[in-house]
């Protein structure tokens, strides 16, 4: 993969890394709704190696051409609980809609087949605070001590969208807007089991696949879920995995959620914070023995 590429703008096509493990803001690109297909395989070959992509500057998008970049990554998929006001492809998150995640998640991954990718786009800010976290769940996997690199490898996860026992992991606000915003959220439930640690599709990389939706593991009882979970996951947002991005007006971030976690801080009070997402299909995880995630029986 290379670094840099040279398009049809002034300012030549290139990524700039954030960190030493995650993350790069892409110089050069324009987004719009017919993008030149070397740029978009430049994106996705850059996604594919930050994990995380941040582009500045770009206010002309509206929600029409943020759905038309986002087909160049594959089938657009609507949120399977959440119906959004206006458009099915795209997700609104609004501050004083239930829209606030201040936990450690992977987008969905209740879903048989969780999102392949995320491009969010900021719409309205708070004057402060409003910070996302993202981890690199790929970095997490490989320092793992070899010991616990066997335990996970072994182990299976029951993710859900009730946050019945996830309830633990995630500040869940408590009046009435956010109350009605869950119900409607677990109006359907839905469990999936998924591979603790799953094999990228793309890269065949290994990753930890975790976060506030998981409840439990598969055979072990809840006492023994919350301790290995706490072990992996703190394994997960170890400060040297992470990225935090500060946003600014005409911000959009696109992240490959296979080998990413993230967390929206909720920090900014009663200001408002409006975000609009979209997502794109993923594929069915698959275990380290080729074992493909299963529908929980309930």
């Known amino acids: 993969m290379s670094g840099t590429a040279t398009v049809r703008q002034e300012e030549p096509l290139r990524a700039l890394p954030i960190s030493g493990g995650l993350g790069a803001e892409l110089r050069g690109v324009f987004i719009h709704s017919h993008m030149p297909q070397e740029e978009v395989h430049f994106i996705y070959q850059m996604l594919l190696k930050h994990r995380v992509l941040f582009f500045r500057n770009q206010h ?29 492809a795209i997700l609104e998150l609004h501050s004083h809609r239930g829209g606030r995640a201040n936990s450690w998640h992977t987008d969905v991954t209740f879903d048989l087949r969780p999102p392949k990718l995320s491009i969010l786009r900021a719409v309205t800010l708070p004057d402060l605070g409003g910070d996302t976290v993202w ?5 997490a996997y490989d320092r793992l001590p070899s010991n616990l690199k066997a335990l996970a490898e072994e182990l299976w996860a029951v993710h859900g969208n009730d946050f019945d026992y996830a309830a633990s992991r995630v500040e869940l606000l408590h009046d009435e807007t956010s109350k009605k915003y869950r119900r409607q959220y677990a109006a359907q439930v ?26 439990r593991f598969v055979n072990c009882n809840t006492f023994e879920s919350d301790r290995l979970y706490e072990i992996f996951q703190a394994h997960i947002t170890r400060l040297e995995n992470t990225i935090r991005w500060r946003w600014a007006p005409g911000d959009v971030a696109m992240w490959d959620n296979r080998s990413t976690q993230h967390y929206a801080i909720n920090d900014y009070g009663d200001r408002t914070r409006v975000m609009r997402r979209v997502t794109i299909v993923g594929d069915v995880p698959v275990s380290l023995d080729g074992s493909s995630s299963r529908v929980h029986e309930q």
Do not use: C, M, W
């Open 60 to 88: 002309q998008i509206t929600d029409q051409s943020q759905r038309d970049f986002a087909r160049n990554f594959g089938e657009i998929v609507s949120h399977p609980t959440v119906a959004a006001q206006e458009e099915p």
């Open 135 to 139: 981890a690199n769940t790929v970095a």
């Open 190 to 215: 839905i469990k999936t089991e998924h591979p603790v640690v799953r094999v990228h599709p793309d890269t065949g990389e290994r990753s930890l696949l975790l976060g506030h939706y998981a409840q």
